[in-house]
């Protein structure tokens, strides 16, 4: 079975800590997530050994080139305010640029971490609405940033064990949000319809109206 790989297992406890703490989520569900996922790594920002922040980084491409999903970015609250998450984002860029991916894209938590990840170099450029799953509309798959197969596996493994609904429709996952909601790309740069940023680590691509279906925030 391929784990999800730390940098140094030893900070493999603390940070189902550290999820639990930020997310809430159940112990199952974190090892079910660590254990079970096949393409992910965890970066760490530790101080005497002990895990002050993480991040984890999930494979996938957008206009063709490699790319990275960073999620469940945390730091412990009695570590807040140091900059430990500001250290670590660099380590994060550093590490994509080092690994060869033209991106990094992310889904913010809450609306006021739009302004604090444009600080790193994010920018806002995922437009997207909810509406009914049966509803028409386009998809560009071109524009899509689209998960490896490792990360495909284990959403539809997630979705039988926890009963997470997920929704497919030409080549693409898609989280499902109360009864039969998906969120769908908007072609209109307006804030209320922001979703998603992308830093870029190629100056040779050009921002434009990405889109991410499926995530881990359903």
Same mark, same amino acid.
């Not at 670590?88 to 550093?94: F, R």
């Given at each position: 079975m391929i784990l999800v790989k730390f940098e140094n297992e030893n900070i493999r406890l603390q940070a189902v800590d *550290?999820?639990?703490e930020a997310f809430g989520d159940s112990a199952e569900y974190i090892n079910f997530f660590l254990d079970t996922h096949g393409s992910c790594?965890?970066?760490?920002y530790e101080e005497n050994g002990k895990l002050c922040s993480m991040l984890f980084l999930i494979d996938g491409t957008l206009c063709g080139k490699s790319a990275y999903y960073l999620f469940a970015a945390a730091t412990f609250k009695s570590e807040r305010g140091k900059g430990c998450m500001a250290k670590?984002?660099?380590?994060?860029?550093?590490y994509a640029v080092q690994n060869g991916r033209a991106y990094i894209v992310l889904v913010p938590a809450e609306p006021? *971490?739009?302004?604090y990840y444009l600080r790193f170099g994010y920018k806002t450029c995922f437009y997207a609405k909810r509406q009914g799953i049966n509803e028409e509309f386009e998809l560009d798959k071109s524009m899509c940033f689209v998960w490896d197969k490792a990360h495909?596996?284990?959403i539809k493994a997630e979705s039988e064990k926890f009963g997470a609904?997920?929704?497919?429709?030409?080549g693409m996952l898609f989280s499902v949000y109360g009864e039969n909601e998906i969120k769908v790309p908007v072609k209109t740069a307006d804030e209320k319809y922001r979703y998603g940023?992308?830093?870029s680590l190629d100056?040779?691509?050009s921002h434009k109206n990405f889109y991410i279906g499926l995530t881990l925030d359903g």
């Open positions: *550290l999820w639990h790594t965890c970066l760490a670590l984002l660099e380590k994060a860029k550093n006021s *971490l739009f302004d495909e596996e284990y609904a997920i929704y497919e429709k030409s940023m992308a830093l100056k040779d691509v």
